[in-house]
């Protein structure tokens, strides 16, 4: 059944040069790549926050992958760590040399950020559908409190995660089933922890990567993982929860004031994330399963007796669901072998952490992302960054982590940029200036 829309004028809401939709770690980072070539820029975000899962779902981490030796590709990527620490927004990571992120203080940071580039936010906005003319991408439709609009570009960079513009612009795409893509997440912290029981039973009994990884690097099975080794097993043998409860996972950062900030336990399937009655049943079994995890930690984690929920995340955490198919389409070989391309756009560790496969990067081994894994076909002037990049299941466990979307986001930026400065579209810009401008901005290509 359907039914039929009045065709009608659409107001212009705005328009610019280069257009970033989604306000993830790669959409922030293409609108400041972007801002910073002195192109006009709007970064559009469905919420009134940035930082995509970063903030939104409570991931809080960029970087629980660094070790000694972890070669990067630096970058707007690093300087969101920086950036954060400085504005008194980060914590110690248990697991790495990085830092872990404050939700909600990474949106005050994010906020700066943006002001200081120049960078027009748009928040609070939906991006449903694409304005095609002749091929090329001229902007997206809009839905907000302000009605349907247009806002109207030279180029379009999507970073919504799922690879809406790209599907909204007939641009080909693969997509697993919902009982084959990764499970969601919901993110949650709690207070009224105490701090010093659970740091020593850590001391005692702690977590490692071999605890959850099916496949790892021989060595790296030892590796310290803020990872709860038994707790929830415990509960399912006592039947606090369901003998099928999937809880599993990590904690974060611990407080002084009896926090732990974020908790990554809970696991919802077969949901696909295009699809909006997937979703609400998602977030409603996530809080479920969140309150569950609680009780399961009161009876069986040292220190968690009187815990209690401090917060949710705004909505659900995604793993996957598009990915477009590109110029060229990424694999797994190419991530486990030091892959080197000629349009290199900046390089990510030999980091993988996805369908029971963990490859942490001790080794320093790193490959370099192509620009052609961005570039959509049958559409121009659209570039796709994030986790929705062209490539296998494999380099998609690379590809989708937070540091890898800012390398692909700064990327797409600062050649929408290029391409707008010099009248070309950004299916033929001139891949050889894009560059030199990434390098310029403290990218490692190579």
């Known amino acids: ?48 926050f940035l930082g995509g899962n970063l903030t939104q779902a409570m991931v809080e981490s960029l970087v629980w992958y660094r070790h000694e030796g ?24 248990p697991e790495s040399t990085g830092r872990l992120l404050d939700a909600d203080m990474f949106k005050c940071a994010a906020d700066e950020l943006i002001v200081q580039s120049g960078v027009r936010p748009l928040f609070h906005c939906y991006a449903v559908g694409a304005i095609i003319v002749d091929g090329l991408i001229r902007g997206v439709i ?16 999507d970073a919504t995660g799922d690879a809406d513009i790209a599907a909204f612009s007939g641009a080909p795409f693969t997509k697993e089933p919902a ?37 790892t690097m021989k060595g790296e099975e030892e590796l310290f993982s803020a990872y709860f080794t038994d707790v929830f097993e415990k509960a399912r043998q006592d039947g606090v929860i369901p003998e099928d409860s999937p809880l599993e996972g990590f904690w974060h950062a611990i407080t002084d004031a009896g926090e732990v900030t974020g908790l990554n336990v809970v696991r919802v399937f077969d949901v696909d994330s295009t699809n909006v009655w997937d979703l609400t049943r998602a977030e409603i079994e996530g809080r479920r399963q969140a309150l569950a995890a609680i009780e399961a930690l009161r009876r069986y984690q040292p220190g968690f007796e009187n815990a209690k929920l401090r917060t949710f995340g705004s909505s659900v955490g995604t793993r996957e669901s598009r990915k477009i198919v590109g110029r060229y389409n990424l694999t797994g070989y190419d991530v486990k072998n030091q892959a080197q391309f ?27 992302v192509p620009y052609g894994v961005m570039v959509p076909k049958e559409v121009d002037n659209l570039l796709v960054a994030g986790r929705c990049v062209a490539g296998d299941q494999v380099s998609h466990s690379a590809t989708r982590q937070m540091m890898c979307c800012a390398v692909t986001g700064q990327g797409a930026g600062a050649a929408a940029a290029v391409a707008v400065k010099n009248s070309t579209t950004t299916g033929t810009v001139d891949l050889a200036m894009v560059q030199r401008r990434l390098e310029k901005q403290g990218v490692r290509i190579k």
Not at 142 to 157: D, N, Y
Request: proline share 4%; glycine share 14%.
């Open 142 to 157: 809009t839905e907000s409190k302000s009605g349907r609009q247009a806002v109207l570009a030279k180029t379009v960079i």
């Open 70 to 93: 972890t070669v990067e590709a630096g970058g707007i990527g690093r300087e969101l760590e920086e950036f954060a620490a400085a504005y008194g927004g980060t914590y110690p990571d």
């Open 179 to 215: 009982g084959e893509l990764m499970c969601v997440t919901t993110g949650f912290g709690v207070s009224g922890v105490d701090t010093v029981s659970f740091r020593e039973h850590i001391a005692d009994q702690p977590g490692k990567i071999g605890d959850w990884a099916s496949l």
């Open 342 to 368: 000629e349009d290199t756009i900046g390089i990510f560790p030999e980091f993988l952490d996805a369908y029971g496969i963990v490859i942490i990067p001790t080794t320093g081994r790193y490959f370099q």
């Open 1 to 48: 059944m359907s039914v039929f829309e009045e065709a009608k004028n659409i107001p212009v809401l705005a328009e610019t040069d280069v257009l970033v939709v989604g306000g993830g770690p790669a959409g922030l980072s293409a609108a400041l790549a972007s801002a910073r070539e002195g192109v006009d820029t709007i970064l559009m975000e469905r919420f009134g």
